[in-house]
């Protein structure tokens, strides 16, 4: 840390120099403008970046021959994770129809990226979205969304043994991976440049809060799939039905709970709704009780197909409710965040 001592100009400014070497580096000259961020610690960012707009970032892969296609999906999602705009792919050889493939899929499988050049041994991505372009209060808006859908339709998949429906819920989840790398794309992204926050409408302590979120919200989508995916494997009888019909109304009411609890935190950001929070938490742990007496009835099933997959069910929306409990307690961080300010 460099040390600058704080001087006092016409009786009424205070200045501090900057050191030439980062001001030589960000290419500043006489004149130029620098941004001021006040941060919520009390700190001050000095950024060169008055306008919003951040340098493309660019990483390269060289790809050698026997680079198995699986690695190299895992390495483009992870440069894009990480907030790199322009993404290379390159091969001192032709590169193989299959890499090809796998540079398109992953366009296909994240928010933003597009090809925008190819060569005979390369193939080059750009992200065309703003990173203000979508905030990260209206991605967890939009995963909620995907969420409660996901989960009312699988109980009605479940009730009436639809295994299109569930097949169409288990497509759903690719969709929802999208916003959760985006959210925490733009997590990293703010991350390296917090001139960004205020384009973003948030603070640095709140975007960790909705990187929080969007992972809870990945994983209750997640639930659903894998209730889905039980659907083929449940033979649907009297008193089976009676055990799906308790548990689609634990998992209504937790859905419900965790769309008042966004609500209450974002909507209505007033620390007095910590107390509601704690409402809804308490209404969670009982869900988790009537969970454990459902699966207790599950396992004692006939035929021990359906007994398992309905004991898996079980689990899924116990899990549920759990991560909506999750969910309540990052949503009281925030509001004893907005309390203590």
Known sequence: MELRRLQLTGGTSYVVSLPKKWVVEQGLKKNDNVGIIVQEDGNLVVTPNVKGRRKDREKVFTI????????????????YIMGYDIIKVESERRLSPELREIVRNFTRMVIGPEIVEETMNSVTTKDLLNPSDLSFKQSIQRMLYMVKSMHHNVMVALKENDTSLAEDIISRDSDLDKLAWLIARQFNIVTEDHSLLELMDTTAKGSVEYLELSRILERMGDHAVKIASNVPDIEVSDG?????????????????????SLQIAF??????????????IRKVQKYEERCQKIHAKAIKIDNSVTAAALSNVTESVARSSTLTRDICEVLINYLVNLEQK
């Open 64 to 79: 050698g021959e026997e680079e198995p296609l699986d690695t190299l999906l895992r390495k483009l999602i992870g440069a």
């Open 267 to 280: 909507e209505a950001p007033d620390p007095e709704n910590i107390d509601k929070l704690n409402d809804q």
């Open 240 to 260: 089976v039905k009676k055990l799906i019909k308790e548990l689609e109304t634990i998992d209504d009411e937790a859905i419900n709970v965790l769309d008042q």
